[in-house]
């Protein structure tokens, strides 16, 4: 049985460790925010191209094709519902905010990367991944992508606006 002497050291060894944790939740907090919001857009953006293997290919590109851009030797394109929808239209001067188009590309015919665009209404979120999701560059109007994608129609290259 400890004395009250024992019990204080109890209670402060108690304090001392909230005090740590708190600090370090804290720490954690302000880390996340700081450390680039347009990562985690782009966590997000990967979520929800997850199922893009069921999405509509883009024209030109409903099978593999060499590549003519900086990823791979071949590359297959995907769009999804709301792009698809814009591909039918006629007269579309921009892709509708929400359109997502999706670029796999091979090397020798293995899969080595992934890069998509999302049209937003703030303008062109980038997202370039490896195979499995990992983030390698991403980012609103992100130079290293418009450097090329500028010239194209509102953004894309492979394809042109209907
Ligand atoms: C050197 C020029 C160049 C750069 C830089 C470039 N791309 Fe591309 N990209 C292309 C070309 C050309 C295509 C057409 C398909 C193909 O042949 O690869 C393309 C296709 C795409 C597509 C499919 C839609 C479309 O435009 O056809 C996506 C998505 C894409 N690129 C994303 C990116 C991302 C993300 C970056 C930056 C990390 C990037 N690209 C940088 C040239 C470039």
Known sequence: MGGPAELRRLILVTLVIALIGGTMALVGCGGDESSDGEASDATMLWDEIRGHNGWDKAPGYRSMQPAEGPHGDQVLIFVNDDMSAALEGTGETEWPVGSI?????FEQGDII?????EKRDDGRFWGSYSPTGEVYDSGLDLAACEDCHADGSDGVLGFSLP
């Open 101 to 105: 188009v999706v670029k796999e590309f």
């Open 113 to 117: 990367g992934m890069v998509v665009m």
